[in-house]
């Protein structure tokens, strides 16, 4: 297979397939169980542990957050009665929880509870959200209603942080009597509640009487079943097996369109798909980089050469039909503060540089490097045109298909040279780089370390203006780009296909499948 740079009968932006549909509002029946298809099976079902975005859709149905999205990709209160308020100097944040909460277990939700959750997210070991609440040196309930957090200086991604895992909140009755065990009993307030989990085969959620809106609840359960072949998806949807698939690929939606049964939902992604490097993630997840004797860690020249070798249109159109857009950057156009790094300014192929610069580095070709992918055909298919591509530059790319939690676990350890890195985004910029790029992040699985990042960082959090902050994200971006550890790809669509018996099903920007108010039309 040959790939020629700057093919001109490549399209240079995606394909729009059935239009923008984030909603469907159709008047719908109580009554009846959802299944949903996922793409893999998640991780951890605790809020401060997980980090999977198929994770982050079962959380949808069973533990809210303080705050969340709506369909325009603005935050609203959902636990919390209202936004939060802030101090004149910005380091003091105050919230109001909304009275009459109940946790699945049937215990109260209160300003306690709030700050037993708030805490655990930031303090436990191990925890992913502690590089989000870093900045929060203190979290008190000053009343039954009322959370107080204070901060080491201001800290503008916080309602943002909250309207995400940071944001959901635990039963502390079972945190104290499940303790590292409640993975596999997890309890929060949301439309479902947990009943069981059989681990590669399904989840299963059942309408939870305790929960605030219960009243707008049709569905009496929702099962989620991790499906990574997306053929198989498709056609359990078909034989109405399933109801819902998500994170459907570019050739299953373009099947899907031509089934009368079936409806596409479809909305902007605010993530990112791309290739992380190993350059010092030699003592585990969030600890400091160590060196790493691999000619990839040692000369950021080999780093180079290997995304010189890629042609970002071409993997778009061999692998995705055009349907997605090619990527350079953490940051989606989505967000408001969006930095001037567009599609076009992605690096181009360039074989004869690439040679070059691996000449420079004193490597010897074909250099052997492995890459690890999750075991979706789709992702096979990513590894293989990127196997093929980079071997004319003079990198002999083995592929290593590993389910996906087992390649989460490995990569977080630091077992890999390079692996497909991939994030579901956020509105705001922060969410979308400091827990990656940080020294030492919480999801810094690639042993990035690099002082100047971490100043722009530490600057974008702090700075309100918008346009001060977007010429902050803009150098932070150039600066992530010049350093070839994570190289960005593409950006998918958030395609979901359901079958038309089905309404009230919302996705957003953020690639949940929101089914709170989701059930059958007949």
């Not at 605790?46 to 935050?75: H, N, S, W």
């Not at 089905?502 to 929101?514: E, Q, S, T, W």
């Amino acid at each position: 297979m040959s790939f020629t740079s700057g093919c001109a009968s490549l399209q240079s932006s995606a394909t729009e397939v059935g239009g923008v549909r984030k909603t469907d509002d159709r008047s719908v029946r109580d009554g009846g169980t959802l299944t949903v298809a996922l793409n893999s099976d998640p991780d951890k079902l605790d809020p401060t542990l997980a980090q999977t975005l198929v994770g982050r859709t079962v959380f949808a149905g069973m533990c809210e957050k303080l705050y969340d999205i709506d369909e325009d990709g603005v935050v609203v209160p959902q636990l919390a009665a209202a936004l939060p308020t802030t101090s004149a100097d910005g380091r003091t944040v105050t919230l109001k929880v909304r009275p009459g909460l109940k946790f699945s277990d049937g215990t109260r939700l209160d300003a306690a509870a709030v700050v037993t959750s708030l805490l655990r997210h930031r303090d436990l070991p191990g925890s992913a959200r502690g590089t989000e609440l870093a900045p929060v040196t203190s979290i008190e309930a000053t009343g039954s209603d009322t959370v107080r957090m204070r901060l080491k200086q201001p800290y503008v991604p916080l309602t943002g942080v909250l309207a995400d895992r940071a944001g959901m909140v635990m039963s502390p009755a079972a945190l104290k009597k499940y303790g590292k065990n409640f993975t596999n009993h997890p309890s929060c307030v949301g439309p479902f509640r947990f009943v069981e989990r059989v681990g590669g085969d399904r989840i299963v959620l059942k309408k939870d009487p305790n929960y605030y809106d219960a009243d707008k609840v049709h569905l009496d359960g929702v099962v989620y079943k991790p499906i990574p072949d997306g053929n198989v998806r498709l056609a359990n949807l078909r034989s109405g097996d399933l109801q819902v698939g998500d994170q459907m690929g570019p050739v299953d939606v373009q099947s899907a369109l031509t089934e009368p049964k079936l409806q596409l939902f479809n909305s902007p992604s605010l993530g990112y798909q791309g290739i992380g490097l190993n350059v010092g993630n030699v003592n585990g997840l969030g600890q400091k980089p160590g060196k790493l004797d691999t000619p990839i860690a040692r000369d950021v020249r080999v780093r180079e050469a290997f995304e010189l070798a890629i042609d970002r249109d071409t993997l778009n159109e061999v692998v995705f039909q055009g349907m997605y857009e090619p990527a350079c950057g953490p940051i989606s156009p989505q967000s408001a503060i969006a930095p001037g790094v567009e599609p076009e300014d992605c690096p181009k192929r360039d074989i004869a540089k690439a040679k070059k610069l691996l000449k420079e580095a004193g490597v010897k070709t074909p250099l052997k490097i492995e890459l690890k992918t999750s075991t979706t055909p789709e992702q096979g298919r990513v590894g293989q045109v990127l196997q093929a591509m980079v071997k004319e530059a003079g990198f002999d790319l083995s592929l290593r298909p590993t389910e996906y939690a087992t390649m989460l676990s490995e990569t977080d350890a630091g077992h890999y040279d390079v692996f497909t890195s991939g994030w579901s985004g956020r509105l705001d910029p922060d969410g979308n780089v400091s827990n990656f790029l940080k020294t030492a992040g919480a999801m810094n699985a690639y042993g990035l370390g690099d002082p100047e990042i971490d100043r722009l960082i530490a600057q974008g959090r702090t700075v309100a203006d918008p346009a001060r902050r977007t010429g902050i994200y803009d150098e932070l971006t150039r600066r992530v780009q010049d350093a070839h550890t994570l190289i960005y790809l593409y950006r998918q669509k958030n395609y979901v296909v359901a079958t038309k018996d089905v309404a009230g099903i919302r996705v957003y920007g953020d690639g949940l499948v929101r089914v709170t108010n989701a059930g059958y039309t007949r």
